[in-house]
Nanobody
Framework: QVQLVESGGGLVQPGGSLRPSCAASRIQFNIYAMGWYRQAPGKQRELVAT???????NYADSAKGRFTISRDNAKSTVYLQMNSVKPEDTAVYYC??????????WGQGTQVTVSS
């Protein structure tokens, strides 16, 4: 069974940095597009960033210039480097792996809280 396991969330002060990661297993990682979504309390889930199998990246406007998505195919892991975080970045962050409509997987989420 496919597994996406996020880690690296936690509490960080405004202006600080955090680097959640997501380790995938039981998929051919290098052919999947990977992504990060987030959901804040009372809000809809939204896209944060994606990275294609070729390394092409896409960011939500809220993430541009502050967050960087990257992948390590040898480790089957995707990362989200979060810099200059703001209280509005507080959310549960979910990792996704997508190859096709029938091969679309989500992790269980990791909590990121930005607070002083």
């Amino acid at each position: 069974q496919v597994q996406l396991v996020e880690s690296g969330g936690g509490l960080v002060q405004p202006g600080g940095s955090l680097r959640p990661s997501c380790a995938a297993s039981r998929i051919q990682f290098n052919i999947y597009a990977m992504g990060w979504y987030r959901q804040a309390p009372g809000k809809q889930r939204e896209l944060v960033a994606t990275i294609s199998r070729y390394g092409n990246t896409n960011y939500a406007d809220s993430a541009k210039g502050r967050f960087t998505i990257s992948r390590d195919n040898a480790k089957s892991t995707v990362y989200l480097q979060m810099n200059s975080v703001k209280p509005e970045d507080t959310a549960v962050y979910y990792c996704t792996a997508r190859y096709s409509l029938d091969n679309d997987y989500w992790g269980q989420g990791t909590q990121v809280t930005v607070s002083s």
